[in-house]
């Protein structure tokens, strides 16, 4: 079983920033993508940001392009999401996710809120 620990949440003004961390830990053997997807009241999860094994190459929501960034600590199982520029838009609860490739399902951190305000 793997357990997270997500911080960083809170409440910010639009135009702020926010960090977000999710620090993995237990049985953890091997890791491919780390990432953050959102969730907002009334729609669906969604992916905001995926980042590779190395930690070389990642992947972002077009919503998201050139205000967040995701980066990663490959020794310590922990990934980070740098929000700049918050939008009232970007308000949701923010999952952390990691793949393992001995595993058939991804294992999710238990959510953040993020709250923007206009």
């Known amino acids: 079983q793997v357990h997270f620990v997500e911080s960083g949440g809170g409440l910010v003004e639009a135009g702020g920033s926010l960090r977000l961390s999710c620090a993995a830990t237990?049985?953890?053997?091997?890791?491919?993508?780390m990432g953050w997807y959102r969730q907002a009241p009334g729609k669906q999860r969604e992916l905001v940001a995926l980042?590779?094994?190395?930690?070389?190459?990642?992947k972002y929501a077009n919503s998201v392009q050139g205000r967040f960034t995701i980066s990663r600590d490959k020794a310590e199982n922990t990934v980070y999401l740098q929000m700049n520029s918050l939008k009232p838009e970007d308000t949701a609860v923010y999952y952390c996710?990691?793949?393992?490739?001995?595993?058939?399902?991804?294992?999710w951190g238990q959510g953040t809120q993020v709250t923007v305000s206009s």
């Open positions: 996710r990691l793949e393992q490739p001995t595993s058939p399902e991804p294992a």
């Open positions: 980042i590779d094994s190395g930690g070389a190459n990642a």
């Open positions: 237990g049985n953890i053997f091997s890791v491919h993508n």
